[in-house]
């Protein structure tokens, strides 16, 4: 049975890129405290509530690469069977399809394939991520005053990447034996944005089904 890890890799064969919190540090530190939330018997619920004494911001930041980091992964599981002759649009069934706009090479929403989407998005997102200024690294330097916005716009970004997986490609999670893996990766990232209101309602849609039968822990 393939290892979701063997996955970890670019169309290229090139790792992909992981946002690491320096050792010793207040973030590296909540960082090694919200993927204690994982752990076996852990409550996911209760696990992404904002810890005593830290500051939202702080919180956010972490699983923002948290999530970042096993998203890729997540993708990666299925990247090989989703290619532009299987996925010629981003979408997420019939009913829904995603545009991208990045204000820069594409300044109006424009169609793109599946891998070409995804391939776009995570480069969007470690770009921020990795920029220190958007980013800090320490405690020393202070978020930008957007950087809730900045985070709810990758998080509902993200997001796609679940509704594609899910509705195009969950043959192959079930292949591997991903899906407790996603599922998992799934819960603890919507009980995240519900628990802080980072997602508008709207978004869940395509999941909705998935979401009531997974999410709904007493």
């Known amino acids: 049975m393939a290892s979701i890890l063997s996955h970890l890799m670019k169309s290229d064969g090139t790792a992909v890129k992981r946002r690491k919190f320096t050792e010793g540090t207040l973030r590296h530190n ?37 999530f970042f980091n096993r998203i890729q992964v997540l993708y990666g599981v299925v990247a090989d069977v989703c290619t532009e002759a299987s996925c010629p649009i981003m979408s997420g069934g019939s009913q829904y399809e995603y545009f991208w706009l990045d204000g820069q090479e594409f300044k109006k929403p424009t169609a793109l394939s599946a891998p070409e989407y995804h391939l776009r998005l995570f480069q969007w997102v470690e770009k921020q991520i990795f920029d220190e200024s958007i980013f800090p690294p320490d405690t020393d330097s202070d978020f930008p005053k957007n950087f809730k916005k900045t985070c709810q716009k990758i998080l509902n970004r993200m997001f796609r990447v679940f509704v594609h997986v899910y509705i195009h490609h969950f043959d192959r999670l079930m292949e591997i034996n991903a899906e407790p893996h ?34 709904n822990d007493p």
């Not at 603890?188 to 999410?215: G, N, R, S, W």
């Open 182 to 215: 996603g599922n998992t990766l799934f819960k603890h990232f919507y009980y995240f944005v519900t628990e802080f209101q980072l997602m508008d309602e709207k978004a869940f849609a395509p999941l909705a089904l998935l979401i009531d039968k997974i999410c």
């Open 30 to 66: 909540l960082y090694k405290k919200a993927r204690e939330t994982l752990h076996e018997g852990m409550n996911l619920k209760q696990g992404v509530k904002l810890p005593p004494d830290e500051t939202f911001n702080d919180w956010l930041a972490v699983h923002v690469v948290d």
